[in-house]
């Protein structure tokens, strides 16, 4: 599977997002969806994108019983998405769920990862106030575990975690990571951060950039930069 760059659409609506990607004239990008955009627009905003040509992540991180996901996931799946998610959390058998809800007719699907544990979620309060009480990178790596049981294609994880979830899962099970920065100085609310080309020597097959590309004076180039480091060398 190639690397790709995937830029992050953190706008608060569809005309901004549009705006930003129409910058990107005659390229074809890949671009993230989050629940925010999602949200404010609703399924148009994947057919705008989709009509332009680019691939599409869309991260609503579905967690909820079996039934109800794969029922959902049958939904995004007619919208022609390329990648989507969920929270392993959810159990194997949600995840197998999934699966099936997003397989169309012709047996092709979009791309399924799985969220572990949130970034957000610190070893203290995942013991506090989750009652779980393993370290949280052996979390991380069973519930990476599960979602390759279940059939999924990859995690979404810190490029830092990459290596150790490929030599668990298999180097075909994909990682998918955010975090990126050109530089340590720019990381803003980011805690762990590493550059796109670090993330390509930890093994992460697809970088996810917000801020570097779209809050920079030159987003073209930012982005171009991410290619260089991450795909081209
Ligand atoms: O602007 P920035 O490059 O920090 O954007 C990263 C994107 O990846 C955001 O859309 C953020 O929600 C998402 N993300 C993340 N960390 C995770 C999971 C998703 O930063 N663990």
Not at 131 to 149: F, G, P, T, W
Not at 206 to 218: E, L
């Amino acid at each position: 599977m190639g690397k790709d760059v995937i830029i992050a659409l953190d706008f608060k609506n569809g005309q901004e997002a549009l705006a930003f990607l129409d910058r990107f004239t005659g390229r074809k990008l890949y671009v993230k969806v989050g629940m925010e955009l999602y949200y404010a627009e609703g399924p148009s905003i994947i057919q705008e994108i989709k009509k332009r040509g680019h691939k599409l992540f869309l991260d609503l991180k579905l967690h909820d019983i079996p039934n109800t996901v794969e029922k959902a996931m049958a939904v995004l799946s007619r919208l022609d998405v390329d990648m989507v998610n969920l929270h392993a959390a959810g159990t194997i058998e949600m995840m197998k769920a999934a699966l099936r809800g997003l397989t169309r007719a012709d047996g092709t699907r979009p791309l399924l990862m799985a969220v572990t544990q949130l970034t957000s979620t610190s070893q203290e309060r995942m013991t506090e106030e989750l009652l779980i009480r393993e370290k949280i990178d052996d979390v991380v790596i069973k519930y990476a575990e599960n979602a390759d049981i279940a059939g999924l294609d990859g995690v979404v994880c810190s490029p830092l975690e990459a290596g150790k979830i490929h030599d668990v899962c298999g180097t075909d099970f994909l990682t998918v990571t955010p975090g990126v920065r050109f530089d340590e100085a720019s990381k803003g609310d980011q805690v762990r951060v590493t550059t796109p080309a670090k993330a390509k020597e930890l093994g992460s097959d697809y970088i996810v950039v917000g801020r570097p590309i779209t809050q920079a004076k030159d987003p073209i180039a930012a982005y171009d930069r991410c290619v260089k480091e991450f795909v081209e060398v």
